[in-house]
């Protein structure tokens, strides 16, 4: 049935407390073990590193879900997150090509652009404070 999947809704989460369903679900000694096996985030289950790429991990055998290689054979993939301390996770979500559009907060999507573009915020209360 997968294979006839053609859009999919998905939550990214960051690699910490509070910021990943997945994270806050595990033992302390498997959320260490992740991160030293360079995970900066999650896809619905799915463990990435910071260029996007699934990390495979024992704890990816206990999570019930797509696989990395099956989100990313889905054509339109949108991903939702809330919290500027996701910022890494949905870059590297994008950039990685698993997530294809994204539904997010203005503050979130306006770190993500000066992360892109190098700039420094914007002050949101002036006039001349972009939109994006």
Do not use: C, N
Not at 17 to 28: K, M, N, Q
Not at 51 to 69: A, F, H, W
Not at 104 to 131: F, I
């Amino acid at each position: 049935m997968l294979p006839a999947v053609t859009v999919a809704v998905v939550g990214i989460g960051a690699w910490a407390r509070g910021l990943s369903t997945v994270f806050d679900a595990v033992e302390p000694e498997t959320r260490e073990r992740v991160r030293r096996a360079g995970v900066i985030g999650e896809i619905s289950g799915v463990l990435i590193d910071r260029d996007g790429s699934e990390v495979i991990s024992p704890l990816s055998k206990r999570i019930i879900g797509v696989t990395g290689q099956q989100l990313a054979a889905i054509k339109d993939v949108l991903g939702i997150a809330y919290g500027e301390g996701k910022v890494d996770a949905v870059r590297s979500a994008l950039t990685g090509g698993l997530v294809t559009s994204l539904v997010t907060h203005s503050a979130l999507a306006r770190r993500l652009v000066e992360s892109a573009s190098g700039s420094h915020p914007a002050d949101p209360t002036s006039a001349d404070a972009a939109r994006v």
